[in-house]
């Protein structure tokens, strides 16, 4: 594929997704397993702990590692199949991608490293700078095309990558944590500018983050991986309102359990009963967030609560709330704010009782 | 109570009282010695300036026979250098970057020519080019070609000697270059050769450079394979340390100048090093 064609030029018809991937990756005791597909135009979040597999996905993609089994197949073109012994080595894949330090050639200009890819793609050297030139433009960084990497801020460097990345016009744009390695001021701005560029990219869009914010913002899509296998998969909304695994609760800020319901009722694998708003028979999950967890000191009465005793496990600042992990029958979050703490005198190993509105949980069938 | 519990803590925290035990106080059994190894290695360069006929020094210098010699010998460590990359920097790619059997034994061959006495190298150097040697009187009878005791057996005498230098300096760079920039090249659509030449090499120029200071610098002084291999012809294989050795025997001054200009293009190359590539990041 050369730089002057489009992605859409090259994209399968309607309907069909522009990625269509089974990612397998056997490594030993690890096995990555991850069916993925994405559309033109498309952001999806590869989330996951650290040794989830996502850096190995993206590699396989990148043509970095090749597949054990599974395929890969880009705007209607085999990549890598073992099945049918196809590989394509990286450099003629229609790729892009940014990597977690970015990776700038430090011998090169800002505006050399963007040239870097349109060159390689049969541009001679003025057509590439031009290219380069009207991307970094883009970017913002028109006065910054002759400096070299070390003279770049994070977020310009950052940029220049993005730049590079999209400069091939990749059919496929890979960012791994694009936004890891920039302080907490830097990252907000270049997350704007970020989700700007990426829905501009008329490719497909795989985001590879453990902050999930990034995804949220950034991606049209999630998909959640542990242990090399999908946990769960959706929109930003589904995924915050019904997290399915401990790590996507932590994610969005919920406490979760599974239980078997019995209509308002739920009995938690422990033995444990909460009672909840929703009415449901079977298998389900039920999740509240930590700030819907009331403490106090004695048993609190009457009303329709889920009411436990409880042991405080630990303390930590949350926002501007603190965060009190507790034990007992159930292992919970629970915010509270600074005050309350002080005037409950709250220390870690001291006993509390904790309560939860039934209206303020939710269940959903876990099938 | 806090306040006092700060005022104690503080003086042990400002002051790291091992600091100054350790400079204070060398002892004179390791301070002796010390001295004595810097006077060794410092006094015959104090000798050698002594010595210098300071007063004849610039005729002494444009004499035809030193000029010869010191040309001879610049164009002979150029070309041995020249050698030494084309052959050097693919070989130490290879050590560096490529997994093969017996990768171990290689580095160690490699590393030969370090340790073995120049001389040996020599007589090696002429049991194979040799006219009789194994590839010499092939050369000899095909092409008509022989190299002992000519300009081209001192390149390769100094080449010999030289190139551990350069391919351990260039391969210490490849390792410790980011191989990841070599898959950010290969994303953006560039192949291993391509790759090679427009980001490995640059990442580890200064090595590369590094290396061939230090492989020219040995090449220049190289003299006993030389004088085994390629003999001793004034204007054809005589280089300035062999004509500092034969000047010995009958004119004194001469070898002692011949040996400054050594000097003086030893500390050169050292200062240079020191200032461009061995501090630097």
């Not at chain 1, 542990?226 to 695994?245: D, K, L, Y």
């Not at chain 2, 061959?109 to 006495?117: A, C, G, I, Y």
Request: net charge positive; hydrophobic share 50%; with cysteine.
């Amino acid at each position: 594929m050369t730089v002057g064609q489009t992605v859409l030029g090259a994209a399968p018809p309607l309907g069909v997704p522009l990625l269509d991937a089974h990612l397998v990756v056997d490594r030993g005791a690890f096995r990555l397993d991850l069916p993925l597909t994405i559309d033109p135009g498309e952001v999806v979040a590869l989330l996951g702990p650290n040794g989830a597999g996502k850096t190995t996905a993206l590699r396989t993609l990148a043509g970095l590692l090749p597949l054990s089994a599974g395929h890969l197949t880009l705007a209607g073109r085999d990549l890598d199949h073992p099945g049918r012994r196809v590989w394509t080595p990286t450099e003629r894949r229609p790729i892009g991608v940014v990597f977690q330090d970015y990776l700038l050639f430090p011998h090169l200009s800002a505006l050399d490293n963007v040239a870097f890819g349109p060159r390689r793609h049969g541009m001679n050297r003025h057509q590439a700078r031009h290219r380069a030139a009207e991307w970094l433009a883009r970017m913002g960084l028109t006065e910054h095309v002759r400096r070299k990497p070390r003279q770049l801020s994070g977020g310009q460097a950052q940029r220049v990558a993005l730049a590079r990345a999209l400069a091939v016009a990749p059919a496929l744009l890979l960012l791994d944590e694009p936004l890891a390695a920039l302080d907490a001021r830097t990252r907000l701005d270049t997350r704007a500018q970020l989700q700007q560029h990426l829905a501009a990219h008329a490719g497909a869009t795989l985001l590879v983050t453990h902050d999930p914010l990034d995804a949220l913002v950034l991606a049209d899509r999630l998909v959640i991986i542990e242990h090399g296998h999908v946990v769960q998969e959706g929109s930003a909304a589904t995924i915050t309102a019904q997290p399915r695994t401990d790590y996507v609760a932590r994610l969005v800020g919920l406490n979760l359990y599974r239980g078997r319901a019995t209509g308002h009722s739920i009995l938690l694998a422990d033995g444990f009963r909460l009672t909840t708003g929703d009415q449901h028979d079977g298998e389900v999950f039920v999740a509240f967030p930590p700030s819907a967890v009331a403490l106090h000191p004695g048993q609190p009465d009457g009303s329709p609560r889920n009411t436990w005793p409880a042991t405080i496990a630990g303390i930590q600042r949350h926002g501007d709330n603190l965060r009190i992990q507790l034990t007992g029958p159930i292992e919970v979050a629970a915010d509270v704010t600074p005050a309350a703490a002080a005037q409950l005198r709250l220390t870690p190993g001291q006993p509390v009782w904790a309560a939860v509105k039934a209206a303020e949980t939710r269940a959903y069938p876990a099938g | 109570m806090p306040r006092t519990d700060g005022e104690v803590a503080r003086p042990t925290t400002a002051v790291p009282p091992t600091r100054t035990r350790r400079t204070g106080r060398t002892p004179v059994a390791l301070l002796l010695p010390a001295a004595l190894g810097l006077l060794f290695l410092v006094l015959p360069l104090v000798g050698l300036l002594v010595r210098t006929p300071w007063a004849t020094l610039p005729q002494r210098l444009t004499e035809p026979g030193v000029l010869t010699a010191l040309r001879l010998s610049v164009q002979t460590a150029t070309l041995a250098t020249l050698l030494c990359l084309a052959l050097g920097v693919p070989l130490a790619w290879l050590l560096a970057r490529v997994q093969f059997p017996g990768r171990r034994v290689v580095r160690a061959l490699v590393t030969v020519p370090l340790v073995l006495p120049p001389v040996v190298g020599g007589v090696a150097l002429l049991l194979v080019f040799g006219r009789r040697g194994l590839i010499g009187s092939w050369l000899d009878e095909t092409f008509g070609i022989t190299l002992p005791f000519t300009t081209t057996a001192v390149v390769l005498a100094e080449a010999f000697v030289a190139m551990p230098f350069l391919i351990i300096a260039v391969e210490g760079a490849l390792r410790g270059a980011d191989t990841r920039y070599e898959e950010a090249a290969a994303t953006l659509g560039a192949g291993r050769w391509t790759t090679f030449t427009h980001v490995t090499l640059p990442l580890v120029a200064p090595g590369i450079a590094a290396g061939a200071v230090l492989c020219w610098a040995r090449a220049l002084g190289e003299f006993g394979a030389t004088i085994t291999f390629a003999g001793n012809y004034p204007g054809r294989t005589q280089t300035m340390p062999i004509a500092v050795y034969l000047a010995l025997e009958t004119d004194l001054e001469a070898a002692i100048v011949l040996s400054l200009i050594l000097l003086t293009v030893s500390v050169v190359i050292l200062a240079s090093l020191r200032d461009r590539w061995v501090s630097a990041p």
